[in-house]
T-cell receptor
Framework: NAGVTQTPKFQVLKTGQSMTLQCAQD?????MSWYRQDPGMGLRLIHY???????DQGEVPNGYNVSRSTTEDFPLRLLSAAPSQTSVYFC?????????????FGQGTRLTVV | AQTVTQSQPEMSVQEAETVTLSCTYD???????LFWYKQPPSRQMILVIR??????QNATENRFSVNFQKAAKSFSLKISDSQLGDAAMYFC????????????FGQGTRLTINP
C-alpha cells in the first residue's frame, strides 16, 4: 500500500525559481490538503481540496497555487520561491466517509530556498 | 479562529515512567475532533489517538490515554510505561467534525526518553 506519496523528498531552490511539489494518493480519498511545518509553529494549512476541481485557501496560502484535476493528485506550486518558504511540506488525504477521521500524511518534502 | 496551544516545548521522562503532555484549544464549534500525532525523526506523521468532542469517555489506545476536559478546552496525553521508541515530537491538533476537517496544530512538544 503506497498511501500518500510526495516527491521530491528534498529540494534546494534559488530565490525566484518556481517548482511543483507532487502529491499522489491511491486510497480514493476525496479530501486532500497541504501543510507547512516550521520550527516552533507546528503545521499550518496552506490549501485544501474536497474533490476534483474544488480547492480553497487555508491559513497561509500566499505564494502557493494548487489545482486538483484528478482525485489522486494534488500538486502544490511555488511560483517565485522566497527564503520565507523554506520549510517542510506535508500532503495529507482523508476519506469523506462518516466516521473516517484519520488523515494520512505523506513523508514530507524539505524545501530550502537560498 | 481556532487555536491550539502546547505550552511545553520539551519534556523528558525516565524509561518505564509515566508522562503527561498538555494541550489547550479554543473553538466556537460544538462538534469537533481532537488528535495527538507523533512525529519521529523520520518526519512521518503518525496518529496516536483521537477523541470525538461529543463523547465524554476519554479515549485510550494501549499505553496512550487522554484526559479530555471539554468545558476547560483541555486535551492532555498520558503515556504510561514510556519506551525508548516513544521519543519524538508530539503534536496536538483539532479538526472539524464534518467537511474537509482542516486541522489546526499546536506548536509541538519534543519528548525525550531517558534510559
Amino acid at each position: 500500500n503506497a498511501g500518500v506519496t510526495q516527491t521530491p523528498k528534498f529540494q534546494v531552490l534559488k530565490t525566484g525559481q518556481s517548482m511543483t511539489l507532487q502529491c499522489a494518493q491511491d486510497m480514493n480519498h476525496e479530501y486532500m490538503s497541504w501543510y507547512r511545518q516550521d520550527p516552533g509553529m507546528g503545521l499550518r494549512l496552506i490549501h485544501y481540496s474536497v474533490g476534483a476541481g474544488i480547492t480553497d485557501q487555508g491559513e497561509v496560502p500566499n505564494g502557493y497555487n494548487v489545482s486538483r484535476s484528478t482525485t489522486e493528485d494534488f500538486p502544490l506550486r511555488l511560483l517565485s520561491a522566497a527564503p520565507s518558504q523554506t520549510s517542510v511540506y506535508f500532503c495529507a488525504s482523508r476519506s469523506s466517509g462518516t466516521g473516517n477521521t484519520e488523515a494520512f500524511f505523506g513523508q514530507g518534502t524539505r524545501l530550502t530556498v537560498v | 479562529a481556532q487555536t491550539v496551544t502546547q505550552s511545553q516545548p520539551e519534556m523528558s521522562v525516565q524509561e518505564a515512567e509515566t508522562v503527561t503532555l498538555s494541550c489547550t484549544y479554543d473553538t466556537s464549534e460544538s462538534d469537533y475532533y481532537l488528535f495527538w500525532y507523533k512525529q519521529p525523526p523520520s518526519r512521518q506523521m503518525i496518529l496516536v489517538i483521537r477523541q470525538e468532542a461529543y463523547k465524554q469517555q476519554n479515549a485510550t489506545e494501549n499505553r496512550f490515554s487522554v484526559n479530555f476536559q471539554k468545558a476547560a478546552k483541555s486535551f492532555s496525553l498520558k503515556i504510561s510505561d514510556s519506551q525508548l521508541g516513544d521519543a519524538a515530537m508530539y503534536f496536538c491538533a483539532q479538526g472539524q467534525f464534518q467537511g474537509a476537517q482542516k486541522l489546526v496544530f499546536g506548536q509541538g512538544t519534543r519528548l525525550t526518553i531517558n534510559p
